[in-house]
């Protein structure tokens, strides 16, 4: 009997992760977006945004 462990599916997981991780954190950054006042801000999180949403393209790592 075969007893040992199959790791091929642990690498898919921990991109599946980032790539929640990245989407989640994009999300949040751009709901952040109208609470702010001042344009420097609203600017930064539009840059936070949008390089999350890079990195969850990337397979997670930007």
């Known amino acids: 009997m075969h007893s040992a462990m199959d790791a091929s599916n642990t690498a898919p997981l921990a ?10 954190a994009a999300l949040h ?4 977006i109208r609470f702010q006042y001042a344009a420097t801000s609203k600017a930064a999180l539009r840059r936070e945004c949008v390089e999350h949403l890079r990195a969850s393209l990337c397979g997670g790592g930007a």
Do not use: F, I
């Open 29 to 32: 950054a751009a709901r952040m």
């Open 15 to 24: 991109v599946s992760h980032q790539k929640a991780y990245h989407q989640s």
